[in-house]
Nanobody, 127 residues
Framework: QVQLVESGGDLIQTGGSLRLSCAASGRTFISTYSMGWFRQPPGKEREFVAFINWNGGSTDYVDAVKGRFTISRDSAKNTVYLQMNSLKPEDTAVYYC???????????????????WGQGTQVTVSS
């Protein structure tokens, strides 16, 4: 069982930056998992934001955040990060991290690929 805990969400003004963290709790080591970030805007369905494969060699982003968001992982700290810059009001959402056992890059944009999810952290960008 993998337990994931997100943190770093906040209320921030347009153009600001935040760094979200996703830490695996207990004795879970996520170094062999591909990790993803998803978000759910108010009144909308959950959507893919970014993923990083198990060894950090591959990343991918939804077009709306390319050039502004960066996903990274620190295996020593058992943590995955999402650095978010130049935030816009449309980035307002609950952000979730997730862990997947698959190494198939083509599937990592799909929420159904992920085996474990965190509880989410709220990001609100004011205009």
């Amino acid at each position: 069982q993998v337990q994931l805990v997100e943190s770093g969400g906040d209320l921030i003004q347009t153009g600001g930056s935040l760094r979200l963290s996703c830490a695996a709790s207990g004795r879970t080591f996520i170094s062999t998992y591909s990790m993803g970030w998803f978000r759910q805007p108010p009144g909308k369905e959950r959507e893919f934001v970014a993923f990083i494969n198990w060894n950090g060699g591959s990343t991918d982003y939804v077009d709306a955040v390319k050039g502004r968001f960066t996903i990274s992982r620190d295996s020593a700290k058992n943590t995955v990060y999402l650095q978010m810059n130049s935030l816009k009001p449309e980035d307002t959402a609950v952000y979730y991290c997730a862990a997947s056992k698959t190494g198939a890059l083509l599937r990592l944009r799909l929420s159904g690929t992920y085996d474990y999810w965190g509880q989410g952290t709220q990001v609100t960008v004011s205009s």
